[in-house]
């Protein structure tokens, strides 16, 4: 069974900490992506990978970094949190030869 | 404007109702059209995927593209409480690996 993994379900850290997250998925998946998703703004993509230590930014990559050491993992990384970076944080991936994206159970971040 | 609309609702139908969801978008070259559905909490699940124009239909549910008129529908027949859930349209353009979504609609179906 396919299976997208977010190591943290819900997070609350101070304004000015590093936070990371992360997402493994077991299913040998060449593209990873993380997104975020806002009330009213639907699923918004920060970064997106399609290979070991490959990256592009996606639409909103202004505040965060990301990672991807081995296949299987990707790391989404908030070098300074922010308030404004108080969302839900959507790891997924996907193989070349499809459209579709499988999606893990999301982390809440909230930054106070 | 957005790439993709979609109206957020909430759409609250009745049991058995046939229900349906529609997203507009303004870039031609979208080639490939989805239909995700979450529930709370939870991360989104493909609901229907399909390429270019047309109908596609898998069981209570049925996905229309016309590329035309740069609109999608999914439409659900027979409708059950456990439909209830945010319906998230999503599209691709051909050789590009990430995709655009609409802001999702949440539906209530009322037992």
């Known amino acids: 069974d396919v299976k997208v993994t977010q190591s943290s379900r819900y997070l609350v850290k101070r304004t000015g900490e590093k936070v990371f997250l992360e997402c493994v998925q077991d299913m040998d998946h060449e593209n990873m992506f993380w997104y975020r998703q806002d009330p009213g703004l639907g699923l918004r993509l920060i970064y997106f990978?399609?290979?070991?230590?490959?990256?592009e930014k996606g639409d909103i990559p202004e505040g965060y970094s990301v990672s991807r050491e081995k296949k299987e993992r990707f790391s989404l990384i908030l070098e300074s949190a922010s308030t404004n970076q108080t969302s839900m944080y959507l790891c997924a991936s996907f193989p070349s030869n499809t459209g579709e994206l499988f999606f893990g159970e999301g982390s809440r971040l909230t930054v106070l | 404007q957005k790439e993709v609309e979609q109206d957020p609702g909430p759409l609250s139908v009745p049991e058995g109702a046939i229900v349906s969801l529609n997203c507009t978008y303004s870039n031609s070259a979208f080639q490939y059209f989805m239909w995700y559905r979450q529930y709370s909490r939870k991360g989104p699940e493909l609901l229907m995927y399909t390429y270019s124009s047309g109908n596609k239909e898998d069981g209570r549910f049925t996905a229309q593209v016309d590329k035309s008129s740069k609109y999608i529908s999914l439409f659900i027949r027979d409708s059950q409480p456990s439909d209830s859930a945010t319906y998230l349209c999503a599209m691709s353009e051909v050789g590009r690996r990430a995709l655009t979504f609409g802001s999702g609609t949440r539906l209530q179906v009322q037992p």
């Open positions: 990978s399609y290979d070991v230590k490959m990256k």
